[in-house]
């Protein structure tokens, strides 16, 4: 299970879970939060399924490659 959004459209998430760990909101209250785009709208391609080993090799190559570096 899991909630296929695209990545501006889960910026409420994302604002709920900080406010949640900071204590800001009632964690017992009723909170509603709007996804505003679904996953087929976006251009960006699915995450990637595939593990990596977390070292700190691996994660040098990671944003290296993401970054273009």
């Known amino acids: 299970e899991g909630i296929w959004a695209g990545p501006t459209g889960v910026a409420t998430v994302a604002v709920l879970r900080r406010l949640l760990a ?29 593990g990596i080993a977390f070292d700190e090799a691996s994660l040098r190559r990671l944003v290296q490659e993401r970054l273009l570096i």
């Open 22 to 50: 900071d204590k800001a909101l009632d964690p017992d209250a009723t909170i509603c939060v709007v996804l505003s785009e679904t996953g087929l709208k976006t251009e960006a391609p699915p995450p990637s399924r595939e």
